[in-house]
């Protein structure tokens, strides 16, 4: 059950905040997995769906939204293949997802045909993390290796401070903030190397004060809530 005029209040309240603030809102579509919503949410103001699989993008994306994030690697040969697939046949659709390591990347460059058309984001990750590149060295590196790669299209970095912060503590938000800075930062490291305007996407449920406090600094990008 959903109550229907919280729900409108939450999405109009939510996208208030980010337009005030210069960001663009990629809502996570994981939890609810209803197109519905996401047309609500995109109605709205949203970019696109951000997803946390292969298969849910899949979904996303034929239930026609515009652009698709996936918070995470994807190195499902068939199901890369498949999503390469639909964006030829659809070419007003954008999907982008995150790469950690530049085994991952030789894993999609192996998986697909040189004229796909799939966005990558580098993952900037922080001791403790999940995922993500440790170092920016790292970080560099695999950008490099993206933008080297014919089937994949570098748009710019991303993150997840979720993971190094459970609670509003002093030091959880420190943690939390010198991860956001430092992802912020991380997009001159690679402008030189992405196709078109850059992308900087992060943001949990948690922190995402922090977040676009960070990524206000950040100029000439699309800035990703």
């Known amino acids: ?13 939510f996208a208030a905040w980010t337009s005030k603030r210069g960001l663009e809102l990629m809502p996570h579509g994981k939890t609810t997995m209803s197109p519905v ?20 993008a899949a979904v996303a994306l034929q239930a026609g939204v515009p652009t698709v994030q996936i918070a995470n690697m994807c190195a499902d040969p068939g199901l890369l293949r498949r999503l390469a697939s639909w964006l030829v046949d659809h070419p ?42 440790r170092t920016e060295a790292e970080l560099l590196a695999i950008a490099e290796r993206v933008a080297q790669t014919p089937s994949l299209t570098l748009r710019g970095v991303g993150g997840y401070e979720g993971a190094l912060g459970h609670d509003r503590s002093p030091e959880a938000l420190r943690l939390v903030r010198a991860y956001t800075d430092r992802l912020a930062a991380s997009v001159e490291l690679v402008r030189p190397l992405v196709h078109g305007v850059p992308w900087v ?16 600094s950040v100029r000439d990008a699309r800035r990703m809530l």
């Open 92 to 133: 007003e659709q954008e999907l982008v997802v995150w790469a950690d390591s530049v085994a991952v990347v030789d894993a999609m460059a192996a998986a697909l045909p040189p004229t796909s058309r799939i966005g990558v984001l580098v993952e900037l990750g922080a001791d403790g993390g999940r995922t993500g590149a």
């Open 201 to 216: 996407s992060g943001g949990g449920s948690a922190y995402f004060d922090i977040v676009a406090e960070s990524f206000a």
């Open 37 to 56: 919503l996401w047309r609500r949410q995109l109605d709205a103001g949203a970019t696109g769906i951000t997803l946390a699989t292969g298969w849910q």
């Open 1 to 13: 059950v959903v109550d229907g005029p919280a729900l409108e209040h939450n999405i109009a309240a």
